[in-house]
């Protein structure tokens, strides 16, 4: 299955997840640090929802929650 919202077209982004150590300065200390960087992905909210079609019918297929909120489409 491929991450991709059959309506609005998202899909996954790469990103960062940072880890920082040491008390900040706000709080009285030096500052934090950067101690490593590790890779990560962000994965669109993707549910799999019955579609009424054009000709009728109906069809299963994944769609993002944001598109199915916002009403783009019609559940059979």
């Known amino acids: 299955m ?3 919202c059959a309506i609005t077209g998202k899909g996954p ?3 960062n997840r940072i880890n920082r150590k ?4 706000k709080s009285g200390g030096i500052g934090t640090h950067v ?6 992905k962000f994965r669109p ?3 799999r ?3 009424k079609t054009a000709n009728g019918g109906t069809k299963r ?3 993002s929650v944001k598109a199915i ?3 783009l489409i019609e559940k059979a």
Request: a positive charge.
């Open 45 to 47: 909210n993707l549910q």
């Open 69 to 71: 909120k916002a009403g």
């Open 61 to 63: 297929i994944w769609v």
């Open 2 to 4: 491929a991450r991709i």
């Open 13 to 15: 982004v790469k990103g």
């Open 49 to 51: 929802v019955r579609v």
């Open 22 to 25: 040491g008390q900040s300065k």
């Open 35 to 40: 101690t490593s960087i590790t890779k990560r």
